[in-house]
């Protein structure tokens, strides 16, 4: 007799790294009562799912594990979109970015067939800015957020704790904006301890900016950072606990990262005070994606092979 599902129902889009890891994570903390896997590529998903439900069984985990499609998506309370399409990253700047064009139609082509879903859906995929607004404006569902910032505040707080020498949950400071080059470091409304910083902060912002290079020369790809925002933003947009997250949401005519209140599963945008170079840099910020994306492909154009 099969066991009764007990837990919300979580669909992963993408069997790579990040897909990996993501599920791996949400089986080991027990998050989902059943997690749909779905990749383009039926031979690599059939045997992730197997992996994971082999993790499941020695980790003692309840959650199910199934291979799905794209259409078995709807029927889930949240969507995680780790998808990455095949291409090489050279870039030097604007790292995060270089997989726009390849990924934008990707994103388009699962939005269009995820249209009328009314779960939560994040967008972990990068650029992640873009994507999530690519992903929204072409599914028009009503609870998209893209993946990003609240990784970022998570690594400043991180980094500004060890310089304090406090515990992090006693650090209060996030980092807005972009995830990418033009991330804004909310300095103003930093605290440690309740009280304004007094660590050498220019070489904890140095640090945060030389953090990704630092996982992605190492180990290749950032993938367990990631896991840990989808799950820490997964939990509040569930409904099973209340907090903020940092995330990609629209701001005017762009989506960037913001802090968002989530009481009971619903979610306001609860963007501090900030100072006029604070906000001017939030602008710029704004404005490199706005014109980013017109840059994009559209919705109906392919990439060549």
Not at 7 to 32: N, W
């Amino acid at each position: 007799m099969e066991d009764v599902v007990n837990g919300p129902v979580v669909g992963i889009v993408g069997a790579g790294a990040v897909g990996q890891t993501l599920a791996v994570g949400l089986i080991a903390a027990a998050l989902p009562g059943r997690l749909l896997v779905v990749s383009r590529h039926a031979e690599q998903v059939h045997a992730l799912t197997a992996d994971l439900q082999d993790l499941a069984h020695a980790a003692r985990s309840r959650t199910q594990i199934e291979a799905a499609c794209v259409d078995d998506l709807h029927g889930c309370d949240a969507v995680v979109v780790a998808l990455r399409t095949d291409f090489k990253n050279t870039a030097e700047r604007d790292i995060r970015r270089a997989g726009a064009a390849a990924n934008a139609p990707a994103l388009g082509d699962l939005a269009r067939r995820l249209r009328g879903y009314s779960g939560t859906t994040l967008v972990v995929t990068n650029p992640v800015d873009l994507m999530a607004r690519r992903f929204a404006e072409v599914s028009a569902c009503p609870r998209v957020f893209g993946i990003g910032s609240n990784l970022d505040s998570a690594r400043y707080r991180l980094l500004l704790a060890r310089y304090a020498d406090v515990a992090p949950a006693r650090v209060r400071g996030h980092v807005i904006g972009e995830h990418g080059d033009r991330a804004v470091v909310c300095l103003s409304t930093t605290t440690v301890a309740g009280r304004p910083v007094t660590v050498p902060m220019h070489a904890i912002v140095e640090e945060l900016q030389r953090r990704p290079a630092l996982i992605r020369n190492g180990i290749g790809r950032t993938r367990c950072g990631p896991t840990g925002a989808a799950l820490s933003t997964l939990r509040k947009a569930l409904g099973l606990v209340d907090g903020i997250e940092e995330l990609s949401v629209p701001y005017g005519d762009v989506w960037l990262g913001i802090p968002m209140r989530f009481t009971g599963g619903r979610a306001a945008a609860c963007l501090p005070s900030l100072t006029r170079s604070e906000r001017l840099s939030l602008d710029s910020a704004a404005s490199s994606l706005r014109d980013a994306y017109t840059h994009l492909p559209t919705p109906t154009e392919r990439i060549a092979p």
